[in-house]
């Protein structure tokens, strides 16, 4: 689920206001390209090689959740620098559907069951890999949410990596999967704790944590929105969004590391029952950058 791939950087890593703006205003100017699917409008993903190349039968259709009474937004932020491995909350740790983001929880268990057999990645897993983080590229995810067993394969994995409250989606509904901020915590912990120090718990092996974290580095430039507006220039991460049919409603989310003076941060900020994409964006910003602020100064 991203925005289309001809929005340069520049008018994505601005200011964070500016930056909602252009990118959201461009992806409202491309409604009329989503798909109905059952109960939920999906984007359409940024594939290689052309958005015209791609499937749309992927991520939480036939949505029947009830209609939000309001906005919710829940960030959660975790200092790599500390001690500590308890984020801190801002909002209630509730459920949220993950969309698109569940895409690197999809990597790390593909990449978990590979070790578990001794292997790296075939050629044509990591050609599918690479364009689902860099691009949210949702044909190819179709195809490694069936490779990794689906929802039994993802919560197998996610045991391990020690997520408490994330439940694969129904059937092929990857995008419905729901998540917590806290176990989106969690997981980018299992991928990016080592990264500044040699000792790790991390189920993931080396190779594999260093896989994740390239790709959420190397991601198009049209997904330069959601927490990499705390950071402007290092960051990593991964957004998802959809649109409700039922509600017209926007889920909004977005998960990384970022770097500020010279200090790492991860960040979950997830949100639903936002009126548009534009206001989804500005609101899961905002957020983020309390959650690294008031991280700041614990």
Not at 23 to 42: D, E, I, N, W
Not at 61 to 66: C, E, G, I, P, R
Request: charged share 20%.
């Amino acid at each position: 689920m991203s925005y289309p791939r001809h929005i340069p950087r520049s008018k994505c890593v601005s200011r964070a206001s500016s930056r909602a703006g252009a990118c959201a205003g461009v992806l409202l100017a491309s409604v009329t390209a989503l798909v109905s699917l059952g109960g939920m409008h999906v984007a359409p993903a940024v594939a290689a090689p052309s958005p015209s190349a791609q499937s749309h039968a992927t991520a939480g259709v036939n949505a029947t959740k009830q209609r939000p009474s309001k906005v919710r937004v829940t960030a959660a932020a975790l200092s790599l620098d500390g001690g500590s491995r308890k984020p801190l909350l801002d909002g209630e740790d509730a459920p949220y559907d993950t969309a698109s983001i569940v895409k690197v929880d999809i990597l790390a268990t593909l990449l978990l069951q590979a070790q578990d057999k001794g292997r790296h990645l075939t050629a044509p897993e990591r050609a599918l890999a690479e364009p689902m983080i860099r691009n949210s590229d949702n044909a190819a995810t179709n195809t490694l949410w069936r490779e990794i067993g689906g929802a039994s394969g993802l919560g197998e994995a996610n045991k391990r990596i020690g997520l408490t409250s994330t439940k694969g989606g129904p059937g092929t509904k990857w995008g419905l999967t729901q998540t917590t901020a806290s176990d989106q915590i969690r997981l980018l912990f299992s991928v990016f704790d080592g990264a500044t120090k040699p000792k790790t718990d991390s189920p993931l092996n080396t190779d594999s944590r260093a896989y994740i974290r390239t790709l959420m580095t190397r991601v198009a430039d049209d997904q330069a929105w959601g927490v990499s507006a705390v950071s402007r220039s290092d960051y990593a991460l991964k957004n998802g969004w959809l649109q409700r049919t039922t509600t017209g409603l926007w889920d909004v989310n977005s998960v990384g590391r970022v770097t500020v003076d010279g200090h790492h941060y991860l960040v979950a900020v997830l949100s639903d029952g936002n009126v548009s994409m534009r206001d989804g964006v500005s609101a899961v910003e905002r957020a983020a950058g309390r959650a690294v602020t008031a991280t700041t100064r614990t």
